[in-house]
């Protein structure tokens, strides 16, 4: 099985190319994710933080508009029609990872969450482990286009970062309810924290779609 090396695109250059960008957005937009929190550990909600924020809120806005483009294009120009229904799904499965990333990246700069020291270390972990995982999910779900002989390794390293982020969600949650804070704050944290782990989770639900569209494909 996963054993096709093959385009799906023959005669649909510009249909290749947007849904290509599509995949360029999410590794944009987790790149972006790792600078914001970075800035925002160092610096809180400054100006440089604002223009990671509003560049991130772009890489949202262009990505809605290509998947727009992308149903437009499936459906009034008729193209893959016994495909359509399968990339118009996982269109939207990484729309909805943007998404996340733009959503958890303004609640930074609209709540301040103040970010003590003996937790900055295992968040930043956090915020790079679900950055890997919706990364990889980019690279299955590309491979899906162009070679079912990737899209297992790269969903495989899909499992295993969205695994670790559990276990350091898990863990980072439980330090801050054992701390001494009030409660307001680890409520605070707790609710940003779960936003970050969310990241994964959406990038494990698209996986799970493509893998079912590669067997499907692969029949």
């Known amino acids: 099985m996963f054993n096709i090396k093959f385009s799906m695109f023959s005669g649909t250059r510009d249909l290749e190319e947007k849904i290509d960008e599509m995949h360029d957005k999410i590794i944009e937009s987790a790149m972006c994710f790792r600078q914001a929190f970075d800035i925002y550990l160092k610096e809180k909600r400054s100006q ?17 508009d290509l998947r727009r483009e992308i149903e437009s294009k ?11 229904a399968d990339v118009l799904q996982m269109v939207e499965n990484i729309d909805k990872v943007i998404n996340e990333f733009d959503e958890v990246t303004h609640k930074f700069y609209i709540e301040q969450p103040d970010i003590p020291v003996q937790y900055q270390d295992k968040f930043r972990k956090l915020v790079n482990e679900v950055s890997e995982c919706a990364e990889n999910m980019a690279m299955a779900s590309r491979a ?8 297992r390794d790269y969903s495989k390293k899909v499992f295993l970062w969205e695994r670790e ?11 801050v309810f054992d701390s001494d804070m009030e409660l307001a704050h680890k409520i605070q944290l707790n609710t940003l924290i779960g936003g970050v782990a969310d ?13 079912i569209f590669t067997i499907k494909r692969d029949i």
């Open 48 to 64: 440089n933080y604002r223009r990671a924020s509003k560049k991130m809120k772009n890489i949202e806005a262009k990505a809605d």
């Open 74 to 84: 499936l459906y009034i120009h008729n193209l893959i029609p016994d495909l359509r």
């Open 144 to 151: 899906f286009f162009r070679d079912f002989t990737t899209v």
């Open 165 to 175: 982020s559990d276990k350091t969600w898990a863990d980072l949650k439980q330090e």
């Open 199 to 211: 990241v994964a989770d959406k990038a494990e639900d698209c996986i799970d779609s493509v893998l």
